[in-house]
């Protein structure tokens, strides 16, 4: 099982910024495709943008796209989220998960595909 330990989360302004960082336990990271999901107060987990594990291919959600670039350095079993241009509805809890097939397998979408998940960090947008 790989432990998923996010942070970077906070408070900062709409058109702000924000990079967040997910920390895996194990070498074994590098062999998997990684994804950021996002909750908000009320709402089910979404979907904001998976990397492939050799990080050449990405995908996001039509939410994000062009306003995030995940990103990942496998000598440093990190996986990251750079969120520019936030908006108030980025609020949330954002979470790093791992995938349990490859990145041609399952919707990168589905919760359900992922197997690891870290306890979260916390993202607010003020208005």
């Known amino acids: 099982q790989l432990q998923l330990v996010e942070s970077g989360g906070g408070l900062v302004q709409a058109g702000g910024s924000l990079r967040l960082s997910c920390a895996a336990s194990?070498?074994?990271?590098?062999?998997?495709?990684m994804a950021w999901f996002r909750q908000a107060p009320g709402k089910e987990r979404e979907f904001v943008a998976a990397?492939?594990?050799?990080?050449?291919?990405?995908y996001y959600a039509d939410a994000v796209k062009g306003r995030s670039t995940i990103s990942r350095d496998n000598d440093k079993n990190t996986v990251y989220l750079q969120m520019n241009s936030l908006k108030p509805e980025d609020t949330g809890v954002y979470y790093c998960?791992?995938?349990?097939?490859?990145?041609?397998?399952?919707?990168?979408?589905?919760?359900?595909?992922?197997?690891?998940w870290g306890q979260g960090t916390q993202v607010t947008v003020s208005s």
């Open positions: 990397i492939r594990a050799s990080g050449s291919s990405d």
């Open positions: 194990e070498r074994s990271f590098s062999a998997y495709v």
């Open positions: 998960a791992r995938k349990m097939t490859g990145w041609y397998n399952r919707e990168h979408s589905d919760a359900s595909a992922y197997g690891d």
